[in-house]
Nanobody
Framework: QVQLVESGGGSVQPGGSLRLSCAASRSISGIYAMAWYRQAPGKQRELVAAITSDGSTNYADSVKGRFTISRDNAKNTVYLQMNSLKPEDTAVYYC?????????WGQGTQVTVSS
């Protein structure tokens, strides 16, 4: 069992930056993969970035070079640093944990990018 709580969302102008945090209720060092997804109005939820237990990362093409996923095992926290934000990044961002036998989700945090 793992509970996930996202934070750090908000409103920002195009070109701005935000850092999202996902705090887990237990150690994440043994979790196979942690990931960030997002869902914009009228669209399906999509994978934004993922990081495995060995540190390997994967990013959606739309965010490569702008977003960085990282992990702090001591804090049981995963981060998503978002730079050069665009209006199309507007969505609810969800933290996901995949320990290999289940799928856990946070409640989401809103990110709005507009002038």
């Amino acid at each position: 069992q793992v509970q996930l709580v996202e934070s750090g969302g908000g409103s920002v102008q195009p070109g701005g930056s935000l850092r999202l945090s996902c705090a887990a209720s237990r150690s994440i060092s043994g979790i196979y993969a942690m990931a960030w997804y997002r869902q914009a109005p009228g669209k399906q939820r999509e994978l934004v970035a993922a990081i495995t237990s060995d540190g390997s990362t994967n990013y959606a093409d739309s965010v490569k070079g702008r977003f960085t996923i990282s992990r702090d095992n001591a804090k049981n926290t995963v981060y998503l640093q978002m730079n050069s934000l665009k209006p199309e990044d507007t969505a609810v961002y969800y933290c996901n944990a995949d320990p290999g036998y289940a799928d856990y989700w946070g409640q989401g945090t809103q990110v709005t990018v507009s002038s």
